[in-house]
């Protein structure tokens, strides 16, 4: 079980959630409008003092379309994960998987809203283009994707994993509480973890230490 927090934007939240037991932090770039979004050289250095708590890996969470750029991005920045968000297609994770280096893990999310999910036909050609896990998190009927807070229907999730080869991590709205609605998509076999970002922050709206790890021990805990 990884647990994956999304969206820092300094170090101390960085240092937080390392603290607290997660294993993944979500690093924005390329988000128009995103609050969390960062510049390159911001990107580089909270990668950099990802790397420095010893147990966090830097994913690159990104819109952006250009994989010449991504590539060089991830690169610059030394991040180990590159996340896709928005409908890029499968033609752009094959030309990304070809420019990054092996070790650099590419994430595709999958978006659900209700029990749809417009990519459910393209699985297939995203683990065949170089696609080595999902994220399947929820979207908006007005079109609005990551970080909704909107929580899935677990039989929709379960409908998504068996049609995959590749494992997958789980967003949405997830929080301390609803673990026990995921029952059956945390004994799939592709499951490998949990994405959260609104209810790791606290009052301050920054990523908080004493949230994160009541997130930890809730999914963690069998």
């Known amino acids: 079980m990884l647990v994956k927090i999304c969206g820092a934007t300094t170090a101390q939240e960085v240092r937080a959630v390392a603290g607290a037991g997660a294993d993944l932090i979500g690093l924005w770039h390329g988000v128009p409008g995103g609050p969390a979004d960062l510049p390159a050289e911001r990107l580089a250095a909270l990668a950099a003092e990802a790397r420095a708590t010893g147990r966090l ?7 952006g379309s250009d994989p010449t750029a991504l ?16 409908y890029q297609p499968p033609a752009l994770v ?17 978006h659900v809203h209700g029990a749809s999910c417009p990519e459910t036909s393209l699985i297939g050609a995203y683990e ?24 899935l229907d677990h039989s929709t ?12 991590l ?12 995921f029952g059956t998509t945390l004994t799939h076999r592709n499951f490998l973890g949990v994405d959260a970002d609104s209810a790791a922050r606290g009052a301050t709206g920054l990523l908080d230490a004493a949230r994160t790890a009541d997130l930890v021990r809730a ?3 069998p």
């Open 170 to 181: 789980l967003a949405g709205g997830l929080r301390p509480t609803n673990r026990d609605r």
């Open 157 to 168: 999730v379960a409908a998504l994993a068996d049609r995959m080869t590749r494992s997958f």
């Open 57 to 63: 890996r830097s994913v690159l969470v990104t819109f």
């Open 128 to 151: 065949r283009a170089g696609t080595d896990l999902f994220l399947l998190d929820a979207a908006t009927a007005d079109g609005r994707v990551g970080s909704t807070g909107r929580t």
């Open 71 to 86: 590539a060089h991005t991830a690169a610059g920045a030394g991040t180990d994960w590159i996340q896709l968000h928005g």
């Open 94 to 110: 094959r030309a990304l998987r070809a420019q990054l280096p092996k070790r650099v893990r590419i994430v595709k999310v999958l």
């Open 219 to 221: 999914w963690k805990t």
